[in-house]
């Protein structure tokens, strides 16, 4: 059974950095895609970052030039999240897909104070 799991939430001050890990466990095979999603209180969910098993990424423009997806080792990637504001307030899910299945991470929550 595939398993991703986040961490690396918590507090931080508005201009800061963080780095949100996302690792997949139970495949021996490469994730086709990671994808960032966040949900900030009272709104609904918003695509963040996306990462396809070739490198490629895609970033939303409210993130884009501030966050960085890199690769940590096989199926566990760093999202990098640079010149952080009070909007970056949210619960942050990853996502791995794999063989056309999506599996979700529980969260993890990131608060952004000015």
């Known amino acids: 059974q595939v398993r991703l799991v986040e961490s690396g939430g918590g507090s931080f001050q508005s201009g800061g950095s963080l780095s949100l890990l996302c690792a997949a466990t139970?495949?021996?095979?490469?994730?086709?895609?990671i994808t960032w999603y966040r949900q900030a209180p009272g709104k609904q969910r918003e695509m963040v970052a996306e990462?396809?098993?070739?490198?490629?990424t895609t970033f939303a423009d409210c993130v884009k030039g501030r966050f960085v997806i890199s690769t940590q080792k096989k199926n566990a990637y760093t999202m990098q999240m640079n010149n952080l504001s009070p909007e970056d307030t949210a619960v942050y899910y990853c996502?791995?897909?794999?063989?056309?299945?999506?599996?979700w991470g529980q969260g993890t929550r990131v608060t952004v104070s000015s």
């Open positions: 139970g495949s021996r095979l490469l994730l086709d895609s």
């Open positions: 990462r396809l098993a070739g490198g490629s």
């Open positions: 996502t791995g897909r794999l063989l056309g299945t999506n599996y």
